[in-house]
């Protein structure tokens, strides 16, 4: 069965505390992984895309990594406004359900 | 340039009675997709329209259905609602078919089952 997973599941940092999320898969065939930012009570907002082990994709204080195993959603100097959910989903090859989520990284940045 | 809009954004139902949400896409785009978002469940893939065809469906019962019109704009119908079936409902809208990278997701709509 596929299966993603995202650890910590809550994570508190000091403003200007570097830090990375982890996001694990298990699929049975990857066509590409996801990240998202959702801020309470609104729908989740496209990040990045990456379809290949070894690519790297990077926005302002955030730079997403891809292995065959595994991303992981790396923040540099974070901000108070970067505090929000995270969520990793990959999209499989297998007929029927090609979007699989991960439970999400709950990020608080204190000022 | 108006982004993915739902209506109802809140919904308040009994147990046994069926519900009817709707979602506009992004203006140009034509597939919609629809996810269910429960805080023990997560994020769940239900169903993926493209010109007015089902073209991809998750792991969920009969109860759960859409329909897309032709100007895009999409609906999901749960029937016989179910007290597990309380969650956050949201639609996401992108250019074409199997690109979730690019899709776009409405504010949601919150049903709660009774």
């Known amino acids: 069965e596929d299966q993603v997973t995202q650890s910590p599941e809550a994570l508190r940092l000091q403003e200007g505390e570097s830090s990375s999320l982890n996001c694990s898969y298990t699929v049975s065939g990857l066509r590409g992984l996801f990240w998202y930012r959702q801020d309470p009570g609104k729908g989740p907002e496209f990040l990045f895309t990456l379809y290949s082990a070894g690519e790297e994709k990077e926005k302002e204080r955030l730079k997403a990594t891809l292995t065959k195993k595994e991303s992981f959603l790396h923040i540099t100097a974070p901000k108070p406004e970067d505090s929000a959910t995270y969520l990793c989903?990959?999209?499989?090859?297998?007929?029927?359900?090609?979007?699989?989520f991960g439970p999400g990284t709950r990020l608080s940045v204190l000022p | 340039k108006a982004g993915v809009t739902q209506t109802p954004r809140y919904l308040i139902k009994t147990r046994g009675q069926q519900v009817t949400l709707s979602c506009s896409p992004i203006?140009?785009?034509?597939?919609v997709s629809w996810y269910q978002q429960t805080p023990g469940q997560g994020l769940q893939f239900l169903f993926e329209y493209f010109s007015e065809t089902q073209r991809n469906k998750g792991n969920f019962p009969g109860r759960f259905s859409g329909r897309q019109f032709s100007n895009s704009r999409s609906e999901m119908n749960v029937s016989t609602l179910e007290l597990g079936d309380s969650a956050l409902y949201l639609c996401a809208s992108s250019l074409e078919i199997g690109t979730p990278g690019e899709q776009y997701f409405g504010p949601g709509t919150r049903l709660t089952v009774t």
């Open positions: 989903a990959v999209q499989v090859d297998n007929y029927g359900q090609n979007f699989v």
């Open positions: 203006s140009g785009h034509r597939s």
